[in-house]
């Protein structure tokens, strides 16, 4: 047999540059975790630790106490039996292991893997096991899915110095059955990513400049990720910690600073008017006073459109704030000053509720309003594009049809997007390119956590409404369940007969949107003829064609329709100050988001206003989550919390505050979609305070060095070119 006289020679950043690392785990690798260089094995961060430096006696685990919430204790025992009987509740093979030590027995149990594990362990092996001591029914100590080690060797003379690492904390890193198959479980990782460090860790450039180090003392990175993966103290891993998640602020503050620079190196084209005659009849002519907070943004709006660049606003205000009216007198300037304004609304029952808004707020105004959607017939849309391809059309709202190719704007000035976090940033420049750079107001009624606002939206100027118009009353939420339905109907007719009106809401599940479609119409049916025979009710849904649509939302409006029931297409932006309460059906099964818009629904006027929750947290019983969501205690329990959310605050932060919390920034905005990179350590829920100086440092450097040429700020472009390629394609450092 002929001798390999030497390996085959790989590139440094193959993954097969690694010892221990060949074909089949390269390939495993890459289709289960996407890590296909060296440089993503060393960033193939753990999950967590485990500090198995401390071992106990079987018997002391009784009175066994934690030094840190990432110390486990370990114990060195011996298997005594296996068993692998069924799971009384899953009908599941479990596998148990009665271990021993000189002071006693305890059990390690998992509740999947027998197979393997029943391989893995023979009566007589010796091996170490690190968990969390719980007690059976019984009050037995056990380990439920203990992390293990087996000893080489004699059972008499255990092999410590390479198999267990006491004295250290040991990283644990996340496996799939696949990665298992290959070797590649915690233990696995632990060994090729050890090799990986001691050969490659050349790879590990420095991303950060020397004087940015120095004043915020951090690390360099190679420690950095070499104390991530095998810190040697607790605070030997925070400092490697911190050092990264510093470094992930630090480049999102980077990208930020300079879309910012360069939006204010752009120069307006548009000349406005702020002060003339159309704006102020608007103004004078409101049926209500403006709210400080109005006021004060308007002013706001002003100073943009007389500023040298163009306005690149976001306009935060919760439900029913009064954000409209602040858009349509910046709406006016533009007219004023021979500008076209394009409204965006994300769906067409809004925009249709803002054509109509919009208006009536400008009923006295000599002003050409059309609305432009998706849904239109071909020839009045033919009608409407010609008014906004001649200019005459003054304001234009509209759904996304607003972006279509062939829909030319005479002479547009201003652009007002309603709900933003329903647009992309490519939208957002697909509509800046339809004027000549035009200004631009984002409105959302989603309160942005600040640290989140400093990212997604970081390269906005930020306005507030935090004001609400004096008369209102905050709406008074109560969770209840099927049980209270007799009451709840009751309530619904007493309030009806003082006049007020009533929203039901039905959840909509996505994916199967004809068959709840048609379940909503079937409790409408029921609702209509058995439980309010006497009232007038209506259905509301998004299969319904223009017309009917329109004809439902004006007999609401009117009056006329006491009760509403509907899916969540009402969820944003429908304003009757006279519908006082707001039931939502399967609460349990909304966001906490989409609640809070919900709710914005009622209280709208000076009436008490309430919200009635139904929660049937059964229905998660019956329909676990797909394979990608937790489990459905999990599930029960954040959808408790978001209803306790509800019923404890009416405040639009707070609410979006939690949500954070609850669904994690990720989700909260698509990371994909609001065109920021995504963070791998840090989190914008938990680090405000470094993202604070982060974003300090990334700007004062963009001020220094706008086009990052220093020398010493070489790493910083290489960097950006490396790893936000995508995002700089967006015309970000331009
Ligand atoms: P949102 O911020 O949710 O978009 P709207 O602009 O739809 O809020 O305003 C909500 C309601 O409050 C509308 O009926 C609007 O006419 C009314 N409104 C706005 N500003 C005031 C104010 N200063 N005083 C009283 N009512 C107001
Ligand atoms: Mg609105």
Same mark, same amino acid.
């Given at each position: 047999?002929?001798?390999?006289?030497?390996?085959?020679?790989?590139?440094?950043?193959?993954?097969?540059?690694?010892?221990?690392?060949?074909?089949?785990?390269?390939?495993?690798?890459?289709?289960?975790?996407?890590?296909?260089?060296?440089?993503?094995?060393?960033?193939?961060?753990?999950?967590?630790?485990?500090?198995?430096?401390?071992?106990?006696?079987?018997?002391?685990?009784?009175?066994?106490?934690?030094?840190?919430?990432? #110390?486990?204790?370990?114990?060195?025992?011996?298997?005594?039996?296996?068993?692998?009987?069924?799971?009384?509740?899953?009908?599941?093979?479990?596998?148990?292991?009665?271990?021993?030590?000189?002071?006693?027995?305890?059990?390690?149990?998992?509740?999947?893997?027998?197979?393997?594990?029943? %391989?893995?362990?023979?009566?007589?092996?010796? *091996? *170490?096991?690190?968990?969390?001591?719980?007690?059976?029914?019984?009050?037995?100590?056990?380990?439920?899915?203990?992390?293990?080690?087996?000893?080489?060797? #004699?059972?008499?003379?255990?092999?410590?110095?390479?198999?267990?690492?006491?004295?250290?904390?040991?990283?644990?890193?996340?496996?799939?059955?696949?990665?298992?198959?290959?070797?590649?479980?915690?233990?696995?990782?632990?060994?090729?990513?050890?090799?990986?460090?001691?050969?490659?860790?050349?790879?590990?450039?420095?991303?950060?400049?020397?004087?940015?180090?120095?004043?915020?003392?951090?690390?360099?990175?190679?420690?950095?990720?070499?104390?991530?993966?095998?810190?040697?103290?607790?605070?030997?891993?925070?400092?490697?910690?911190?050092?990264?998640?510093?470094?992930?602020?630090?480049?999102?503050?980077?990208?930020?600073?300079?879309?910012?620079?360069?939006?204010?190196?752009?120069?307006?084209?548009?000349?406005?008017?702020?002060?003339?005659?159309?704006?102020?009849?608007?103004?004078?002519?409101?049926?209500?006073?403006?709210?400080?907070?109005?006021?004060?943004?308007?002013?706001?709006?002003?100073?943009?459109?007389?500023?040298?660049?163009?306005?690149?606003?976001?306009?935060?205000?919760?439900?029913?704030?009064?954000?409209?009216?602040?858009?349509?007198?910046?709406?006016?300037?533009?007219?004023?000053?021979?500008?076209?304004?394009?409204?965006?609304?994300?769906?067409?029952?809004?925009?249709?509720?803002?054509?109509?808004?919009?208006?009536?707020?400008?009923?006295?105004?000599?002003?050409?309003?059309?609305?432009?959607?998706?849904?239109?017939?071909?020839?009045?849309? %033919?009608?409407?594009?010609?008014?906004?391809?001649?200019?005459?059309?003054?304001?234009?709202?509209?759904?996304?049809?607003?972006?279509?190719?062939?829909?030319?704007? *005479?002479?547009?000035?201003?652009?007002?997007? #309603?709900?933003?976090?329903?647009?992309?940033?490519?939208?957002?420049?697909?509509?800046?390119?339809?004027?000549?750079?035009? #200004?631009?107001?984002?409105?959302?009624?989603?309160?942005?956590?600040?640290?989140?606002?400093?990212?997604?939206?970081?390269?906005?100027?930020?306005?507030?409404?935090?004001?609400?118009?004096?008369?209102?009353?905050?709406?008074?939420?109560?969770?209840?369940?099927?049980?209270?339905?007799?009451?709840?109907?009751?309530?619904?007719?007493?309030?009806?007969?003082?006049?007020?009106?009533?929203?039901?809401?039905?959840?909509?599940?996505?994916?199967?949107?004809?068959?709840?479609?048609?379940?909503?119409?079937?409790?409408?049916?029921?609702?209509?003829?058995?439980?309010?025979?006497?009232?007038?009710?209506?259905?509301?849904?998004?299969?319904?064609?223009?017309?009917?649509?329109?004809?439902?939302?004006?007999?609401?409006?009117?009056?006329?329709?006491?009760?509403?029931?509907?899916?969540?297409?009402?969820?944003?932006?429908?304003?009757?100050?006279?519908?006082?309460?707001?039931?939502?059906?399967?609460?349990?099964?909304?966001?906490?988001?989409?609640?809070?818009?919900?709710?914005?629904?009622?209280?709208?006027?000076?009436?008490?206003?309430?919200?009635?929750?139904?929660?049937?947290?059964?229905?998660?019983?019956?329909?676990?989550?797909?394979?990608?969501?937790?489990?459905?205690?999990?599930?029960?329990?954040?959808?408790?919390?978001?209803?306790?959310?509800?019923?404890?605050?009416?405040?639009?932060?707070?609410?979006?505050?939690?949500?954070?919390?609850?669904?994690?920034?990720?989700?909260?905005?698509?990371?994909?979609?609001?065109?920021?990179?995504?963070?791998?350590?840090?989190?914008?829920?938990?680090?405000?305070?470094?993202?604070?100086?982060?974003?300090? %440092?990334?700007? *004062?450097?963009?001020?220094?060095?706008?086009?990052?040429?220093?020398?010493?700020?070489?790493?910083?472009?290489?960097?950006?070119?490396?790893?936000?390629?995508?995002?700089?394609?967006?015309?970000?450092?331009?």
């Amino acid at each position: 047999m002929a001798k390999l006289v030497s390996p085959p020679a790989f590139d440094v950043h193959d993954l097969r540059s690694v010892r221990g690392i060949g074909p089949a785990r390269t390939a495993a690798l890459q289709t289960e975790k996407g890590v296909a260089t060296v440089e993503d094995l060393l960033s193939y961060f753990p999950y967590g630790y485990l500090d198995r430096s401390h071992v106990v006696r079987i018997a002391d685990l009784k009175s066994y106490r934690p030094r840190s919430h990432a #110390d486990t204790p370990t114990v060195v025992a011996q298997v005594y039996r296996k068993e692998a009987p069924r799971s009384r509740r899953s009908q599941k093979v479990m596998f148990i292991l009665t271990v021993r030590d000189d002071s006693g027995f305890m059990k390690c149990v998992w509740f999947h893997g027998y197979k393997w594990l029943n %391989e893995a362990f023979d009566v007589g092996d010796v *091996a *170490a096991f690190s968990g969390e001591p719980v007690r059976d029914k019984r009050g037995f100590i056990q380990f439920v899915h203990p992390v293990f080690d087996r000893f080489r060797g #004699d059972e008499d003379e255990p092999d410590w110095g390479s198999l267990f690492n006491t004295g250290k904390i040991i990283p644990k890193y996340s496996s799939t059955d696949a990665l298992e198959r290959v070797g590649l479980d915690s233990r696995g990782f632990r060994t090729v990513i050890r090799n990986a460090l001691r050969t490659h860790a050349d790879l590990i450039e420095e991303t950060l400049p020397a004087a940015v180090l120095a004043k915020f003392g951090l690390r360099d990175r190679r420690s950095a990720f070499s104390a991530m993966h095998f810190p040697e103290s607790e605070e030997d891993g925070a400092a490697a910690r911190e050092r990264l998640k510093f470094e992930e602020l630090f480049y999102l503050q980077l990208m930020v600073a300079l879309r910012r620079r360069r939006a204010a190196e752009d120069r307006r084209v548009q000349r406005y008017v702020v002060d003339g005659p159309g704006v102020g009849r608007f103004l004078t002519d409101l049926p209500f006073e403006l709210t400080t907070a109005q006021t004060r943004v308007i002013g706001e709006l002003r100073g943009d459109l007389r500023a040298l660049h163009p306005m690149n606003r976001l306009l935060q205000g919760d439900v029913g704030s009064g954000k409209t009216v602040v858009a349509l007198a910046a709406a006016m300037m533009a007219i004023d000053s021979g500008y076209q304004v394009a409204f965006m609304a994300p769906t067409e029952i809004l925009a249709e509720q803002h054509y109509r808004t919009v208006r009536s707020l400008l009923g006295a105004q000599d002003v050409t309003v059309r609305l432009l959607t998706g849904g239109q017939r071909k020839k009045l849309r %033919e009608d409407v594009l010609e008014d906004v391809r001649s200019g005459r059309a003054q304001i234009v709202v509209g759904t996304h049809a607003v972006l279509e190719e062939h829909v030319a704007f *005479a002479n547009l000035g201003l652009v007002v997007i #309603d709900e933003q976090h329903r647009f992309g940033v490519l939208q957002r420049a697909a509509l800046r390119s339809k004027g000549h750079n035009p #200004d631009v107001l984002v409105m959302t009624a989603t309160p942005i956590p600040r640290t989140l606002a400093m990212t997604v939206y970081g390269d906005l100027d930020a306005s507030v409404l935090d004001e609400m118009p004096a008369n209102r009353k905050p709406v008074r939420t109560a969770i209840r369940t099927d049980a209270d339905k007799e009451k709840i109907a009751a309530f619904l007719r007493t309030e009806v007969g003082r006049g007020r009106q009533v929203y039901i809401v039905l959840p909509l599940i996505e994916e199967s949107e004809k068959v709840d479609l048609k379940a909503a119409t079937v409790e409408f049916e029921r609702l209509r003829t058995e439980v309010f025979p006497d009232l007038r009710l209506d259905l509301l849904h998004g299969r319904l064609k223009g017309e009917e649509k329109d004809g439902v939302m004006d007999r609401f409006k009117a009056g006329e329709t006491q009760i509403l029931v509907s899916t969540t297409v009402i969820e944003v932006g429908i304003d009757v100050p006279n519908a006082t309460v707001m039931v939502v059906e399967n609460a349990e099964r909304f966001g906490l988001a989409q609640l809070h818009q919900l709710r914005g629904r009622v209280g709208r006027g000076a009436d008490q206003s309430y919200c009635i929750l139904m929660a049937n947290y059964g229905w998660f019983d019956a329909h676990p989550g797909g394979k990608d969501t937790v489990g459905v205690a999990e599930e029960k329990d954040s959808a408790r919390r978001r209803l306790e959310t509800m019923v404890r605050t009416t405040d639009g932060f707070v609410v979006a505050e939690e949500d954070l919390k609850i669904r994690g920034p990720g989700e909260f905005y698509g990371t994909q979609q609001s065109g920021i990179p995504e963070l791998r350590i840090a989190r914008l829920d938990e680090d405000g305070a470094l993202l604070l100086r982060a974003r300090a %440092e990334a700007f *004062a450097l963009v001020e220094s060095d706008p086009h990052l040429r220093s020398s010493d700020h070489r790493c910083l472009r290489h960097t950006f070119d490396r790893r936000y390629k995508e995002l700089v394609g967006l015309g970000l450092i331009g």
